[in-house]
């Protein structure tokens, strides 16, 4: 019989064990052991039940046990330590708090938006990367004490949970989570009713929603729920599913977190008198309407036109792209944007129009009929960053079509590279034995790793078997699951006991399966992989997992040709594909893989995280040089696989990248695992391993990641916020009155003439001298940088490094006529090449490129 209504009865805990529920309820366990510990102690056969979630495990506790409980005093006490050490976790000042007392200006509050969160396994509101990276964000930056709240949607099924038919093929299902089951609290009014946040829908209708506080160490996180009586049918469904609909159902979703959210950070401070944040930081496009809410409210409280509040908002706004896959943006009908923007939902003020062009493509090669959420995030971002260094260059390059006649170079994109949280993603046996036998420095440092009597090479390769064999008896378990809910009896399963050997290569892969990632490269040649996994003196073992999304036939074809090879009887034993990749699967897996795979198509891969995990737990990346291994493979940390860049044909080009995979893993990575000196261990490895551990270590942490936003992006973005928000937004006034005078007398700015001298045989130490003669219009000499653009030149006469000069003005004549001279100092020797170009100037843009407007010399 089916329920109509469901609803959860919390346990009423005793007095002496309130604080389990602080406990259970701020998510900090999910990263630190000893509370875990403090939960399994209860009763370690609920814990491994409830699979390790508090609040499910007190849920669990009937009145006798709890009673038993709070009688036992030892118990008590150490939930009373615990209540402390999480006090002080939350309290203390720490990184954020000493940056900020040598007197650099912080922001005092950054908003971090992202359509999913990745925090724990407990709180399914991840689909892959992009929100494992927003809840490692959100650790790490509690770990670092930077006042962030995060902003996001509370999904009512989360992602869907993956199995697999007997042929092979992925079933999604999508089991209902119950809000008040999670570790959530429901934010409520003075009076104990929901808070509410609504967002209007044409037609008259409205969204409502509820908001959510997860407490992720010290960062607030604000989820939005639109399942609540106060919506209709429809509205209700809006946070159903991540990812689950597409147009209209998407665009919804992203008009409640984006518009949605911002309400919901002013409801959070009004009820809790939390700090506004200065900043805001969108973790891609899919947020990008919180500017346009961020518009409306200094339009409608301050009086300030759309353009002066786009101003306002640019400076203080971050926007980090996360991907070059144009499927990985989303676009929208126009159209469909001006229904939820316009009619009854306009504001006095911001004509449909103005919000319109945000996303509009106008450029050569855009779709002016489409509403484009990571265009209007570079429009909305002052500051912008790509995730690697790499991703930021092709990124500047994807997106220069929006600064026409700036060099690719110049295009305002930064890079941030991505970082992994370490207390979440490595193995406690690996962390316990560092702090044991290194100081905190070298902890810190990475160093104690490169010291080979801190931790021998004997307890090093008998702590990577110790990780291998969990993991092997974790898959076993996950496989013998698949089996059973594939169909098989357990009579048919007797193999599963020896499948996967603690002994053998243990080659990792899991991640999403977008066309891109390539999960079935390795079946180029299924006889090549075949002879690997079966050699009988250097076997390699390969332990698989990923997701495809449910409208993607293509991906789920590619799983099941690739579920289809681990099943065969000769291999089923070396190579296995275990479902439903999750959190949960993903911390057993890094640690216990030897070798870590990734071989996506360059440059597709922004930056990859799953690599950095596995090199954290002393796992050796074999990877295509993209995104992060690109920027930090160093020849001894790992293995590059070689690409075809450049080869057109896709099949030829998979072949190509393919047979190098095959050659590295059978010549260099088994060849190597398998050399064992005579005490039996892998020598070269395992200097293989502290290298990593060593120079990895420090740089793929998220802590590193969290600490160059704030000082890169967060901080400067506090300080053009303040700049141009003081004395009632005087600067953004000004700065939106200047720039509507340069663009629209810009068609009379140009360079007329070039006069330029440099003796007879230029030598290194020469002055070229050079005078520009310009016309501006009605723009004065201060508004504009006349520049040099000089530097080394190719043979087709292209600047292909170069550097600026500003000239200085020296002369005005009439009609808007001026003349500008300097000396450009000639400092290297071959062929060089200079030219003119005149481009905007104030004090308060972010970068010269910002208007995206220049005159070059013709
Ligand atoms: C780290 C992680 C990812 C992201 O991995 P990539 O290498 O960036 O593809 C996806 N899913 C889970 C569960 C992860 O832990």
């Not at 875990?36 to 007190?58: N, S, Y």
């Not at 089951?181 to 209708?205: F, K, Q, T």
């Not at 006095?348 to 959420?373: C, H, Q, R, S, W």
């Not at 395992?686 to 704030?710: F, N, S, W």
């Amino acid at each position: 019989m089916k329920a109509i209504r469901r609803f959860t009865v919390r346990t009423l805990l005793p007095a002496a064990l309130q604080d389990l529920d602080e406990l259970a309820h701020n998510l900090r366990w999910s990263w630190h052991a000893p509370t875990r510990d403090l939960f399994e102690t209860i009763d370690p056969h609920l814990w491994a039940t409830v699979k390790g979630d508090p609040v499910a495990l007190l849920g669990a506790l009937g009145p006798e046990r709890l009673a038993a409980l709070a009688a036992d005093e030892d118990f008590v006490a150490q939930v009373r330590t615990s209540a402390q050490d999480l006090h002080h976790y939350l309290v203390d000042p720490r990184w954020y708090q000493s940056v900020a007392s040598q007197g650099r200006s912080m922001p005092a509050a950054i908003a971090y938006f992202s359509p999913e969160f990745g925090i724990t396994s407990v709180l399914p509101q991840y689909s892959g990367g992009l929100g494992i990276l927003a809840g490692d964000h959100l650790k790490s930056a509690s770990d670092l004490g930077a006042p962030i709240i995060g902003v996001g949607l509370l999904y009512g099924a989360g992602y869907f949970k993956q199995s697999l038919t007997r042929d092979g093929w992925q079933v999604e299902t999508y089991p209902v989570l119950d809000p008040d089951g999670l570790p959530l609290r429901l934010v409520r009014e003075a009076d104990g009713s929901p808070a509410i946040v609504s967002v209007g829908l044409p037609s008259g209708r409205e969204l409502h929603a509820r908001v959510w506080m997860a407490a992720v160490g010290r960062v607030p996180l604000l989820l939005l729920d639109s399942n609540v009586p106060e919506n209709d049918e429809a509205a209700r469904k809006v946070t159903d599913r991540l990812y689950g609909g597409g147009g209209e159902h998407r665009l919804q979703q992203e008009l409640l977190l984006g518009v949605g959210g911002v309400r919901a950070v002013r409801l959070w401070s009004r009820l809790t008198g939390a700090v506004e944040p200065e900043v805001y930081h969108t973790n891609e496009g899919h947020a990008g309407f919180l500017g346009v809410e961020r518009i409306r409210e200094l339009v409608t409280g301050s009086g300030l036109t759309f353009e002066e509040a786009l101003e306002a908002v640019r400076a203080a706004t971050v926007f980090t792209t996360h991907t070059p896959v144009p499927a990985g943006i989303d676009r929208f009908e126009s159209d469909l944007v001006a229904q939820y923007f316009g009619g009854d939902n306009s504001t006095p003020g911001i004509g449909v129009d103005k919000v319109l062009g945000l996303g509009a493509e106008n450029y050569p090669g855009g779709d002016p009929t489409m509403f484009n959420m990571a265009i209007m995030g570079l429009r909305f971002g002052g500051r912008a960053n790509g995730v690697s260094l790499l991703h930021g260059e092709v990124s500047r390059g994807m997106f220069s079509e929006l600064w026409p006649g700036f060099d690719e170079t110049e295009v305002p994109i930064a890079s941030v590279t991505n970082g992994v949280h370490a207390p979440t993603w490595v193995d406690r046996r690996l962390i316990d034995l560092a702090a044991e036998r290194f100081t905190s420095e070298e902890v810190a440092t990475g160093t104690g790793w490169l010291r080979t009597d801190g931790i021998t090479d004997t307890e090093l390769w008998a702590m990577r078997h110790t990780l291998r064999t969990q993991l092997v008896k974790n898959a076993r378990g996950r496989l013998r699951a698949s089996w059973r809910q594939r169909g098989a009896s357990p009579a048919e399963l007797g193999w599963v006991d020896d499948a996967l050997s603690p002994d053998v290569l243990t080659i990792g892969f899991a991640r999403r399966v977008p066309t891109y990632k390539r999960l079935t490269l390795m079946l180029s040649d299924p006889e090549r992989l075949r002879a690997l996994l079966t050699d009988p003196d250097k076997p390699v073992q390969m332990i698989i997992a990923g997701k495809s999304h449910p409208a993607d036939e293509q991906g789920k074809r590619l799983i099941q040709q690739l579920v289809r090879f681990t099943d065969a009887a000769d291999v089923r034993n070396r190579i296995v594909f275990l479902p439903n990749y999750d959190i949960a699967m993903a911390q057993a897996l890094y640690p216990g893989c030897d070798v870590w795979l990734n071989n996506p198509l360059r440059p597709l891969e922004a930056s990859g995280t799953s690599g950095m995990k596995s090199a954290l737990n002393g796992g050796l990346n074999l990877s295509i040089l993209d995104g992060w291994w690109d920027e930090w493979f160093d020849g001894e940390n790992g293995w590059a696989i070689p690409t075809a860049d450049g080869v057109e044909d896709a099949d030829r080009r998979d072949t190509l990248e393919a047979a190098a995979l095959y050659d590295l893993i059978e010549n260099q990575v088994a060849a190597r695992f398998y050399d064992r000196d005579e005490r039996g261990l892998p020598v070269t490895w395992l200097e293989m391993i502290r290298h990593t551990l060593a120079t990895l270590g420090p740089k793929v942490q998220a802590t590193r990641m969290v600490a160059d936003y704030v000082q890169h992006l967060y901080a400067p973005a506090a300080v053009a916020g303040r700049e141009l928000g003081a004395d009632t937004f005087a600067g953004a006034r000004e700065l939106a009155a200047w720039k509507a005078t340069v663009r629209s007398e810009w068609p009379n700015v140009r360079v007329d003439h070039i006069e330029s001298g440099v003796g007879e045989v230029p030598q290194v130490g020469d002055e070229l001298h050079v005078r520009a003669y310009v016309s501006l219009g009605a723009l004065s000499p201060s508004d504009v940088e006349v520049q040099v653009v000089h530097g080394r030149v190719t043979e087709a006469d292209d600047l292909s490094t170069f550097g600026t000069l500003p000239l200085a003005h020296d002369e005005a004549y009439e009609g808007g006529r001026h003349a500008f001279g300097g000396d450009v100092k000639l400092a290297a020797s071959g062929p060089f090449g200079y030219t003119v170009r005149i481009v905007p100037k104030h004090a308060r843009l972010a970068s010269i490129a910002e208007l995206g407007l220049v005159a070059n010399a013709t």
